[in-house]
């Protein structure tokens, strides 16, 4: 098969000059707009490093490992909004990715990563450092390529580009072999490059719209669950969320990945849903007469037992992926396309639709008393001993001591991921990444590098675990390289607190495997690598422990040594509904509410 | 509604048609979709065609479905390569059709009474081998079963069937 649909529909390369396919690359990158790429050096992609040395205008960040570069390559994505590149060699460079585009894929972010190739004629004979890259990372992303001649390479990368940013983002690889990018060819620009899945979609249906506002103004029970969508349509949808839900009163929750789309701080806040989520936004989506989703998907996370979930609610899902729609609940109303334009038509519906008796605020009185018994819950409370460093309490105070500047948050996953969510109020989009979908280990720590790129002048700090941080803890070697002061703030609880909370409370306290008898020493590691650090144990010097961390140039990791036993809770166990909420308090479990 | 339409109960049998690009590697990510997500291909017809914009046009039986086929074709519809794809169900009016090749032993002699039996049977016969005949058969995917299995009494030495390509008769929503 060939590269029918590919070739260039107009031939304004007629004059430019012929040259390798890794300078081909190269231009094509930057008439992307790359600044940065994350990556790693070897056989197969020598001919683009010989090409990128000459090249002042790419910044190049050599990390430590692969799945590094793919998680910076992610954080650099998420906080500025713009495609993350990534450049591997063949073989191990190329699986060393996996774990990153797959993360990539499940959160929406949008990645093209380059990798090398065998030479053409090598391929399929078990050469060196040879793999099936294509073969291996089809399921892990939007789609991929490998490169048959360099005359297609630059409209392949335009189109890699297109399809990262476009609908719904991902990750996109292109495979080169090592002689396409040492084969001449003439260079396709972006404007003559055909790309495919570029019509944009149909604008809603102003029927559509008109049968949605009329729910919304007859709804007495209606909830905005809000996700990631809203962060990858740009700070506009933030906006146009912000507004709607000032107009309309309607209470706001967020998956983990949409936080920060609204500010924290708001009255209408009911805080993060699902699994770890507040006990008010859990038991609104379950008692709601009205649940409109924006650019979120209905995760098993967030549904729990899906017989369960929400019964008795009209469902309007917003979505510009139409495969999420329906995925695993029925809606009753669908709006396929952008967050940000579909809120921006509802608000102008709303404005424009007049206000009869039933649209009155008042509807809704019951429904928010209802929301402020739950809220007086209190939810996400622990008790404070006064001798040890709760975990919750270490990220309260990191939130208290940073808020006056811009700030960055970065996670791996565990416990401290979800008391990060819990206690760090987020008041802006784009300032909280963390890996929602694939749940990677590792990921928060080279995320921060990208983030740090991106934004020079911003604080960043990786939010970690013990075990997670020592996934890719080689990566403070690349922050040191780059002059990236990441601060890493490490919620050391000795144990896998996540495996051992599930062991205590699902298999009957039987820990297996989940205790680290043998930590590092952080501090020291981090003094190894060129960094520098401090352990903190003693509440009472907690909030010095974290200016210094904050006032320290360069990669910092405060070890903060924190309570070992602390479970995350409210805590909804896998399987059940929404109403099946456990809560911190030996409180009984809350009996189904209607 | 109920959140338990997104499943259907009991599994059934839905064949999809769809148009792709022709390159590689598109055939794979089709296949490996539907793979991954656990679901049985009954049978995969596809052909590239250059008779109007150059595209492989395919029909996959799936069967034991318990997932409404509408997700499928959303599924689908996130391949980048898939231009359009379409569930053809029994809600559907179409036309299916599936051609099978059989070979049949015998020597002359018997040759007479086989094309007889064939005939009655909705065969049609192509060739004579120095073994026997080979002969085909056109209709739906039961039909060839029923023509299959009345052959075998006769000397039945070998066999191909295509899988069935379907062919929606009623325009229908399409996906993407
Ligand atoms: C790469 C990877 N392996 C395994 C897991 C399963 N897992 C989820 S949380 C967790 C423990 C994390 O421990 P730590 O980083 O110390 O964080 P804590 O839960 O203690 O805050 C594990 C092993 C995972 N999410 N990712």
Same mark, same amino acid.
């Not at chain 1, 309260?396 to 001591?401: G, Y």
């Not at chain 1, 890996?435 to 080279?446: E, K």
């Not at chain 2, 049978?43 to 150059?54: G, M, N, P, R």
């Given at each position: 098969?060939?590269?029918q649909?590919?070739?260039?529909?107009?031939?304004?390369?007629?004059?430019?000059?012929?040259?390798p396919?890794?300078?081909?690359?190269?231009d094509?990158?930057?008439e992307?707009?790359v600044?940065?790429?994350?990556?790693?050096?070897?056989g197969?992609?020598?001919?683009?490093?010989?090409?990128?040395h000459?090249?002042?205008?790419l910044?190049?960040?050599?990390v430590?490992?692969?799945?590094?570069?793919?998680?910076?390559?992610?954080?650099?994505?998420?906080?500025?909004?713009?495609?993350?590149?990534?450049?591997?060699t063949?073989?191990?460079?190329?699986?060393?990715t996996?774990t990153?585009?797959a993360?990539?894929?499940?959160?929406?972010?949008?990645l093209?990563?380059?990798?090398g190739?065998v030479p053409?004629?090598?391929?399929?004979t078990?050469?060196?450092?040879?793999c099936?890259?294509v073969?291996?990372?089809r399921?892990?992303?939007?789609h991929?390529?490998?490169v048959?001649?360099?005359?297609n390479?630059?409209?392949i990368?335009h189109?890699a580009f297109?399809?990262?940013r476009?609908?719904?983002?991902g990750?996109v690889l292109v495979?080169i072999?090592?002689?396409?990018q *040492?084969?001449?060819a003439?260079?396709?620009?972006?404007?003559?490059?055909p790309?495919?899945?570029?019509?944009?979609?149909?604008p809603?249906?102003k029927t559509?719209?008109?049968?949605?506002?009329?729910?919304?103004?007859?709804?007495?029970?209606p909830i905005?669950?809000t996700?990631?969508?809203?962060?990858?349509? @740009?700070?506009a949808?933030?906006e146009?969320?912000?507004a709607?839900a000032q107009?309309?009163?309607f209470?706001?929750?967020?998956?983990?990945?949409?936080?920060g789309a609204f500010?924290?701080s708001?009255?209408?806040?009911l805080?993060?849903?699902?699994?770890?989520?507040?006990?008010?936004?859990?038991?609104?989506m379950?008692?709601?007469?009205l649940?409109?989703?924006?650019?979120?998907r209905f995760?098993?996370?967030?549904t729990?037992?899906?017989?369960?979930?929400s019964?008795?609610?009209?469902?309007?899902q917003i979505?510009?992926?139409?495969?999420?729609i329906?995925?695993?609940?029925?809606?009753?109303?669908k709006l396929?396309?952008d967050?940000?334009e579909?809120?921006?038509?509802?608000?102008a519906?709303?404005?424009?639709?007049?206000?009869c008796?039933?649209?009155?605020r008042?509807?809704?009185?019951?429904?928010?008393?209802?929301i402020?018994?739950?809220?007086?819950k209190n939810s996400?409370q622990?008790?404070?001993? @006064?001798d040890?460093?709760?975990?919750?309490l270490?990220i309260?105070?990191?939130?208290?001591?940073t808020?006056?500047?811009?700030v960055?948050?970065?996670?791996?996953?565990?416990?401290h991921?979800?008391?990060?969510a819990?206690?760090?109020g987020?008041e802006?989009?784009?300032?909280?990444?963390t890996?929602?979908?694939?749940?990677?280990?590792?990921?928060?720590?080279?995320?921060a590098?990208g983030?740090q790129?991106?934004?020079?002048?911003?604080l960043?700090v990786d939010?970690?675990g013990?075990?997670s941080?020592?996934?890719t803890?080689q990566?403070?070697s690349?922050?040191?390289?780059?002059?990236?002061?990441?601060k890493?703030?490490?919620?050391?609880?000795?144990?896998?607190g996540?495996?051992?909370?599930?062991?205590?409370?699902i298999?009957?306290?039987?820990?297996s495997q989940?205790?680290s008898?043998?930590?590092?020493?952080?501090?020291?590691l981090?003094?190894?690598y060129?960094?520098?650090?401090?352990?903190?144990s003693d509440p009472?010097k907690l909030?010095?422990a974290i200016r210094?961390m904050v006032?320290?140039p360069?990669?910092?990791?405060?070890d903060c040594?924190?309570t070992?036993?602390?479970?995350?809770?409210?805590?909804?166990p896998?399987g059940?509904?929404?109403?099946e909420?456990?809560?911190?308090?030996?409180?009984?479990?809350?009996?189904p509410q209607? | 509604?109920?959140?338990?339409e997104?499943?259907?109960?009991p599994?059934?049998?839905?064949a999809?048609t769809?148009?792709?690009?022709?390159?590689?590697g598109?055939?794979a990510?089709?296949?490996s979709?539907?793979?991954a997500?656990?679901l049985?291909?009954k049978?995969?017809?596809?052909?590239?065609?250059?008779?109007?914009?150059?595209c492989g046009r *395919?029909?996959?039986?799936?069967?034991?479905l318990?997932?409404?086929?509408?997700?499928?074709?959303?599924?689908?519809?996130?391949?980048v390569p898939?231009?359009?794809a379409?569930?053809?169900?029994?809600g559907?009016p179409h036309?299916?059709r599936e051609?099978?090749l059989?070979h049949?032993?015998?020597?002359?002699?018997?040759?007479?009474?086989?094309?007889?039996?064939?005939?009655?049977?909705?065969?049609?016969?192509l060739?004579t081998t120095?073994?026997?005949?080979v002969c085909e058969h056109?209709?739906?995917a039961?039909?060839?079963?029923r023509w299959?299995?009345?052959?075998?009494p006769?000397?039945?030495?070998?066999?191909?069937?295509?899988?069935e390509?379907?062919?929606?008769?009623?325009?229908v929503?399409a996906?993407?």
């Open positions: 098969m060939t590269f649909t590919l070739s260039p529909s107009i031939t304004s390369s007629a004059i430019a000059p012929e040259k396919g890794a300078e081909l690359l190269l094509a990158l930057e992307q707009g600044e940065s790429i994350f990556g790693y050096p070897g197969a992609v020598l001919p683009i490093y010989d090409a990128l000459a090249r002042t205008t910044r190049h960040v050599m430590r490992h692969e799945q590094g570069a793919t998680h910076a390559a992610e954080g650099y994505a998420r906080a500025s909004g713009k495609v993350g590149v990534v450049l591997a063949s073989g191990p460079g190329a699986t060393n996996v990153g585009l993360d990539a894929l499940l959160d929406s972010i949008p093209v990563c380059i990798t190739q053409r004629h090598l391929i399929g078990d050469a060196f450092q040879e099936d890259t073969g291996i990372t399921s892990c992303t939007k991929n390529y490998l048959d001649k360099a005359e390479l630059p409209c990368i189109e297109h399809l990262a476009s609908g719904r983002p990750p495979d072999p090592k002689d396409v *040492l084969e001449s003439r260079y396709t620009s972006k404007h003559s490059a790309l495919r899945r570029s019509s944009p979609p149909k809603t249906e559509t719209l008109e049968r949605v506002i009329a729910l919304m103004r007859r709804a007495k029970r905005l669950y996700g990631g969508g809203i962060i990858n349509s @740009g700070p949808a933030s146009a969320l912000r709607l107009e309309t009163g209470p706001v929750t967020s998956t983990l990945m949409g936080l500010p924290a708001h009255p209408q806040w805080g993060m849903l699902g699994m770890h989520g507040s006990l008010e936004a859990n038991l609104a379950h008692d709601c007469d649940m409109i989703a924006i650019g979120a995760d098993d996370r967030v729990g037992r899906v017989d369960g979930f019964p008795h609610s009209t469902k309007v979505d510009i992926d139409p495969s999420s329906n995925k695993t609940i029925r809606v009753d109303e396929l396309g967050a940000g579909i809120l921006r038509d509802l608000l519906c709303w404005r424009a639709s007049e206000t008796a039933a649209s009155k008042e509807r809704m009185n019951a429904w928010w008393d209802k402020a018994d739950w809220r007086a996400y622990y008790q404070r001993s @006064g040890a460093i709760e975990p919750q270490a309260e105070r990191l939130h208290a001591l808020r006056e500047r811009e960055y948050v970065t996670t791996e996953v565990g416990q991921q979800m008391w990060a819990q206690w760090f987020f802006h989009p784009n300032r909280w990444m890996s929602g979908g694939l749940g990677t280990m590792g990921y928060g720590l080279p995320a590098l983030v790129l991106a934004h020079p002048q911003a960043v939010i970690a013990d075990a941080v020592q996934m803890m990566e403070m690349t922050a040191v390289q780059y002059g990236l002061p990441i890493i703030m490490i919620l050391n609880n000795a144990y896998l996540m495996v051992r909370q599930w062991q205590e409370l298999h009957e306290g039987r820990y989940c205790y008898d043998s930590l590092p020493d952080f501090v020291k981090a003094e190894a060129g960094g520098s650090g401090l352990q903190v009472s909030d010095d210094t006032g320290t360069g990669p910092f990791i405060l040594v924190v070992q036993h602390a479970n995350v809770y409210p805590m909804i896998s059940a509904a929404h109403n909420i456990l809560l911190a308090d030996p409180e009984p479990t809350l009996e209607s | 509604m109920s959140a338990t997104t499943r259907v109960e599994p059934q049998t839905a999809f769809v148009t792709l690009d022709d390159e590689p598109a055939l990510r089709l296949v979709l539907i793979s997500r656990g049985n291909i049978s995969l017809c596809v052909a590239i065609d250059d008779t109007t914009d150059h *395919l029909t996959v039986v799936l069967d034991k318990d997932i409404a086929p509408d997700l499928i074709t959303a599924q689908f519809g996130r391949l898939v231009r359009e379409r569930v053809i169900d029994h559907i036309v299916a051609l099978a059989a049949l032993a015998g020597g002359k002699a018997a040759l007479d009474r086989l094309k007889d039996q064939l005939e009655a049977r909705g065969g049609r016969l060739i120095s073994s026997g005949v056109r209709g739906s039961e039909e060839i079963d299959l299995n009345g052959l075998k006769l000397g039945l030495l070998r066999f191909e069937r295509t899988g390509i379907a062919l929606a008769t009623e325009s929503e996906a993407p």
